[in-house]
């Protein structure tokens, strides 16, 4: 956990190395950074649900928010990080109905990884969509090189059924 000056540092590097923005995972104790950041031009993308950079503290790779409690809290960091200035939302692992009810709530992009098609737009590992990451995938991953003839037809063929709403099929690959 960094301060929001550290945080600044940091964010600096990076958008001077290239990045059009920063991604800060959790909520909560993140809502000062997110504000300090935004106010100084640096725009953030906040991530709520599973957060990989802390997912041994979370119990390991698990649904998020499944129960009453843990939704309204993952609700309300959601509203917390929006009105703190984040440009969007990343939600991660967590019931389709969740990812759905949080997308109405915001006035921001909200991008899903196996968090249900209601999210403004979804996003995929690459090595996952592609079939080529070893060991069991998270059941919401679909394999778009199955039967592609080129990477570039698995990638449009993602792009293709998220606009038309085909992906996520939150009745199978939902939680």
Not at 99 to 104: A, N, R
Request: proline letters at 5%; charged letters at 20%; a neutral charge.
């Amino acid at each position: 956990q960094q301060s929001p000056a550290q945080a600044l540092e940091s964010a600096t590097v990076l958008m001077q190395a290239g990045a059009q923005m920063v991604k800060l995972e959790g909520g909560g104790w993140t809502n000062a950074t997110v504000r300090f950041l935004t106010e100084r031009g640096i725009p953030v993308c906040a991530h709520l649900g599973l957060t990989p950079q802390s997912v041994d503290a979370l119990g390991g790779y698990r649904v998020q928010g499944r129960n009453e409690e843990a939704a309204t809290t993952l609700k309300r960091h959601a509203a917390e990080l929006a009105e703190a200035g984040a440009a969007m939302l990343v939600l991660e692992l967590m019931p389709s109905t969740l990812g759905g009810e949080m997308t109405k709530l915001l006035d921001i992009p909200v991008i899903g990884i196996g968090a249900g098609k209601g999210c403004s737009g979804q996003v995929l590992v690459l090595h996952d969509m592609l079939g080529i990451t070893r060991g069991k995938l998270p059941r919401f991953v679909r394999n778009f090189m199955d039967g592609a003839p080129s990477i570039e037809a698995a990638i449009r063929s993602f792009v293709a059924d998220v606009r038309a709403r085909r992906f996520p099929d939150d009745g199978i690959h939902g939680y």
